[in-house]
């Protein structure tokens, strides 16, 4: 009996950024998250600043253009 694989889309579709994690979700349904601590300008910013964020790379990554912050879904990945 063959077993399905499943497909792993690892680009980010939402991002949340709280006082103190930052928490992705993935195109296939997973969601990581890392301590704020991680990130010095994301935990200085404003919690606008924070909540301005966008997608670049189509979804390889998430910027700021608040703080000049870029951070890629790879390097959360490997940090997991």
């Known amino acids: 009996m063959?077993?399905?694989a499943i497909a792993r889309?690892?680009?980010a579709v939402e991002v949340t950024v709280t006082d103190?994690?930052?928490v992705v979700v993935l195109a296939d349904g997973r969601?990581?998250?890392a301590p704020l601590v991680w990130f010095p300008r994301?935990?200085?910013a404003s919690a606008?600043?924070?909540g301005n964020w966008r997608l670049i790379g189509r979804g390889q990554g998430i910027h700021w253009p608040d703080i000049d912050e870029d951070v890629s879904v790879?390097?959360?990945l490997k940090a997991s």
């Open 42 to 44: 994301l935990i200085e």
């Open 20 to 22: 103190d994690r930052l």
């Open 48 to 50: 606008e600043a924070r």
């Open 74 to 76: 790879a390097s959360l």
């Open 9 to 11: 889309d690892p680009t």
């Open 31 to 33: 969601e990581i998250a």
């Open 2 to 4: 063959p077993i399905s």
